[in-house]
């Protein structure tokens, strides 16, 4: 079996050191970084990736809190042409030994306490867990699914496809009246 390579904006924690980090702390991915993470997501470019963060322990779990912050461009969903997005986005993780997540492991059955913002859960395998994918990842998640240039909607019409608005008046409850209305002139 071979190992998996590391993550483009690997940030590693080991549990040990989480009392000898001063928080906040800050991260930031290099060039390099954001080069790899812009291939492996799809965008056009990832011009800045950074977050401060703070870490709180309870014996094995471990809470990541922050804010990401980046600046990258994705393809238009219609004319491919590259579209500005600026992230500002607040996280909080939750890092969860594998071993309390499997079936049967004590504790596994009940819940796991989320606070009121709620939190992405993370398993993690030893004493590390990597800050910097889970960041990443939820750069991944916060981004605008379908990126529209200005010139989208009328790339979109002349290929033939409905707006919204258009569709909702050829399928709508009145769409066979209107039909009528035009016929019988």
């Given at each position: ?38 291939a492996r997501f799809g965008f056009a470019a990832l011009e800045l990736l950074e977050g401060d963060y703070s870490l709180v322990r309870d014996g094995g779990t ?60 993370v398993a993690y395998a030893g004493e590390r867990f990597d800050i910097g994918e889970a960041i990443a990842e939820t750069l991944a998640l916060c981004v605008n ?41």
């Open positions: 079996m071979t190992d998996a390579p590391p993550p483009e904006f690997s940030r590693v924690v080991r549990l040990d050191e989480i009392g000898r980090i001063q928080f906040p702390a800050h991260l930031s991915a290099t060039a390099e970084e954001r080069a790899a993470l812009a471990v809470l990541l809190t922050g804010t990401l912050r980046a600046a990258l461009s994705q393809p238009c969903i219609a004319t491919a042409e590259p579209v500005a997005e600026e992230v500002r986005e607040d996280f909080a993780i939750r890092f969860v030994p594998e071993a309390d997540l499997e079936p049967g492991a004590p504790g596994a059955e009940a819940e796991i306490e989320i606070d009121a913002e709620g939190a992405d859960i699914p379908y990126p529209r240039s200005a010139e989208a909607d009328a790339t979109l019409r002349q290929a033939g496809v409905l707006s919204e608005e258009d569709a909702a008046e050829q399928s709508g409850p009145f769409a066979a009246l209107a039909a009528l209305r035009t016929k019988g002139g």
